[in-house]
């Protein structure tokens, strides 16, 4: 039987060649397999859960509609597949082959493999072994997961530390030793990360993404929505309709969005309410839209809420967060993100969007024009999953932009030349578009529920804070993008 040790010596199995073949192409909802080691073939149309029982079991999986299962005690079992994919319980190793996918292990000593493309690879909980294969990988871990060791950490390749101490490299180096041909990364509370046939002087600071360093923030702006503040003439804290749009409400209909957002302050549509507060949480909720309601919102089919502090609060520089449990509704579009206070476009920075239907990626980007025309620059991050709050932020400082994701980076990028100018921040829950149309019409509407939304000045820079800007020109806002 083949093996491999993983960061505490225990000898990890792989699974036997197969003896048996069984295939779903003419199988009913469930295909059963042999007492013996057997190899399960999914099929892309074939809707099927694959039994393999007793032996060493091989799934090959080919949609979202196949599925493996496998009780205790039923071998060393593994999942092959292109998509990305989460280990369910009882089986204990995983090979993606597919380029961008992610790989999460489950509660046992997994095995996880990628292939020649890019994958994001996770152990989850116990003591796991990963090995990246060609591409630029990521590799991910947190706090209280066990100790992993990885099999072939490359140049290109970099590590996602996610609730330890670390927010520099020279703490990370620190903390390293080596051990004959492995490095041993320490993580504390008897865990520890093992970089396999490599030296110290070969890892770098680009490929480790580390916490958010907080003792270098100051708060400028906290709403914790005990309350939601609406503007009413010069008071208050957010808009409800983009500055330059009708007394009706707005939509930005460049990006194929779907909904209309409502204005708190149009009478006809005040039966339409988007926003709720309850025990300290914000939800902004997406809906159809009522034959009654259509002629007041240029006939759009669904109805969503918009807020940005435009009037009350901008700021150049700084670190910029959302507390915010996303919906997983097929087809929304939720979105934290930042515009220029002086109505110009690009340039605009998205602390974070989501689309419904995919809750493990979670997209960043920044839109600039200082090369004459829109660029951007941006990653759909692969994440372990988004359910319930999550933290989203953007550190954006005059050389450089960070994005984190439960206070762990996850992107960076250099700050372009166009970026140096107050920004005021915008939440909404978009339908359509980059998300695609909602499956079922949202006969089950979508909610974005906010804890809360908060901006700090960087006390090693010369932030800027404004209240109450207005535009100085305006923007082209057919071509405005989120």
Not at 61 to 74: K, V
């Given at each position: 039987?083949?093996?491999?040790?993983?960061?505490?010596?225990?000898?990890?199995?792989?699974?036997?060649?197969?003896?048996?073949?069984?295939?779903?192409?003419?199988?009913?909802?469930?295909?059963?397999?042999?007492?013996?080691?057997?190899?399960?073939?999914?099929?892309?149309?074939?809707?099927?859960?694959?039994?393999?029982?007793?032996?060493?079991?091989?799934?090959?999986?080919?949609?979202?509609?196949?599925?493996?299962?496998?009780?205790?005690?039923?071998?060393?079992?593994?999942?092959?597949?292109?998509?990305?994919?989460?280990?369910?319980?009882?089986?204990?190793?995983?090979?993606?082959?597919?380029?961008?996918?992610?790989?999460?292990?489950?509660?046992?000593?997994?095995?996880?493999s990628g292939g020649s493309g890019?994958?994001?690879?996770?152990?989850?909980?116990?003591?796991?072994?990963?090995?990246?294969?060609?591409?630029?990988?990521?590799?991910?871990?947190?706090?209280?997961?066990?100790?992993?060791?990885?099999?072939?950490?490359?140049?290109?390749?970099?590590?996602?530390?996610?609730?330890?101490?670390?927010?520099?490299?020279?703490?990370?180096?620190?903390?390293?030793?080596?051990?004959?041909?492995?490095?041993?990364?320490?993580?504390?509370?008897?865990?520890?990360?093992?970089?396999?046939?490599?030296?110290?002087?070969?890892?770098?600071?680009?490929?480790?993404?580390?916490?958010?360093?907080?003792?270098?923030?100051?708060?400028?702006?906290?709403?914790?929505?005990?309350?939601?503040?609406?503007?009413?003439?010069?008071?208050?804290?957010?808009?409800?309709?983009?500055?330059?749009?009708?007394?009706?409400?707005?939509?930005?209909?460049?990006?194929?969005?779907?909904?209309?957002?409502?204005?708190?302050?149009?009478?006809?549509?005040?039966?339409?309410?988007?926003?709720?507060?309850?025990?300290?949480?914000?939800?902004?909720?997406?809906?159809?839209?009522?034959?009654?309601?259509?002629?007041?919102?240029?006939?759009?089919?669904?109805?969503?809420?918009?807020?940005?502090?435009?009037?009350?609060?901008?700021?150049?520089?700084?670190?910029?967060?959302?507390?915010?449990?996303?919906?997983?509704?097929?087809?929304?579009w939720p979105a934290f993100w930042?515009?220029?206070?002086?109505?110009?476009?690009?340039?605009?920075?998205?602390?974070?969007?989501?689309?419904?239907?995919?809750?493990?990626?979670?997209?960043?980007?920044?839109?600039?024009?200082?090369?004459?025309?829109?660029?951007?620059?941006?990653?759909?991050?692969?994440?372990?999953?988004?359910?319930?709050?999550?933290?989203?932020?953007?550190?954006?400082?005059?050389?450089?932009?960070?994005?984190?994701?439960?206070?762990?980076?996850?992107?960076?990028?250099?700050?372009?030349?166009?970026?140096?100018?107050?920004?005021?921040?915008?939440?909404?829950?978009?339908?359509?578009?980059?998300?695609?149309?909602?499956?079922?019409?949202?006969?089950?509407?979508?909610?974005?529920?906010?804890?809360?939304?908060?901006?700090?000045?960087?006390?090693?820079?010369?932030?800027?804070?404004?209240?109450?800007?207005?535009?100085?020109?305006?923007?082209?806002?057919?071509?405005?993008?989120?």
């Amino acid at each position: 039987m083949a093996t491999v040790r993983n960061a505490k010596g225990v000898l990890l199995p792989y699974s036997e060649p197969p003896v048996s073949h069984f295939s779903a192409t003419n199988s009913g909802p469930d295909l059963y397999g042999s007492v013996r080691n057997d190899s399960l073939w999914g099929d892309s149309k074939v809707n099927v859960t694959m039994h393999g029982g007793l032996g060493d079991d091989t799934y090959h999986l080919y949609s979202a509609i196949n599925r493996a299962a496998e009780e205790p005690g039923g071998g060393i079992d593994t999942v092959d597949t292109w998509m990305s994919y989460t280990l369910p319980d009882n089986i204990e190793n995983l090979t993606v082959t597919g380029s961008g996918r992610y790989a999460i292990g489950n509660d046992l000593d997994n095995i996880i493999s990628g292939g020649s493309g890019k994958q994001t690879i996770d152990g989850g909980l116990g003591d796991d072994v990963l090995t990246g294969g060609g591409g630029a990988d990521v590799f991910l871990f947190e706090r209280g997961n066990g100790s992993d060791l990885i099999t072939d950490f490359g140049s290109d390749d970099n590590v996602r530390l996610t609730g330890y101490d670390f927010s520099s490299f020279a703490e990370v180096k620190a903390n390293m030793v080596q051990s004959g041909s492995d490095v041993q990364l320490n993580l504390g509370s008897d865990e520890i990360l093992v970089f396999a046939n490599t030296t110290v002087d070969q890892l770098k600071a680009d490929q480790f993404e580390l916490s958010l360093d907080r003792s270098r923030l100051n708060l400028s702006f906290s709403d914790d929505f005990d309350t939601l503040s609406l503007r009413n003439g010069t008071s208050g804290t957010w808009d409800t309709n983009f500055w330059w749009g009708g007394e009706n409400g707005s939509t930005l209909t460049s990006n194929g969005e779907k909904q209309w957002y409502i204005d708190h302050d149009y009478a006809p549509t005040s039966s339409v309410n988007p926003f709720d507060v309850e025990n300290g949480v914000l939800t902004i909720t997406a809906a159809q839209a009522s034959d009654e309601i259509k002629p007041y919102i240029n006939d759009y089919d669904y109805t969503s809420g918009l807020l940005n502090t435009y009037g009350s609060f901008t700021q150049t520089y700084g670190y910029f967060e959302v507390r915010a449990d996303m919906p997983d509704n097929q087809g929304v579009w939720p979105a934290f993100w930042l515009l220029p206070a002086d109505g110009s476009w690009p340039p605009e920075l998205d602390v974070v969007e989501m689309r419904g239907q995919d809750p493990n990626t979670v997209n960043v980007a920044a839109h600039s024009n200082e090369t004459g025309s829109r660029t951007t620059v941006g990653s759909a991050v692969s994440v372990p999953g988004t359910e319930g709050f999550h933290n989203y932020g953007l550190l954006w400082t005059e050389d450089e932009l960070v994005w984190y994701f439960d206070d762990t980076e996850i992107f960076r990028a250099d700050t372009p030349s166009d970026m140096h100018k107050p920004m005021y921040m915008l939440v909404n829950l978009a339908v359509g578009g980059a998300a695609g149309t909602p499956a079922d019409g949202l006969a089950t509407p979508a909610e974005m529920q906010v804890d809360y939304i908060r901006a700090y000045e960087l006390n090693d820079t010369n932030a800027q804070v404004d209240v109450g800007q207005t535009a100085t020109s305006p923007a082209h806002v057919d071509d405005w993008w989120h």
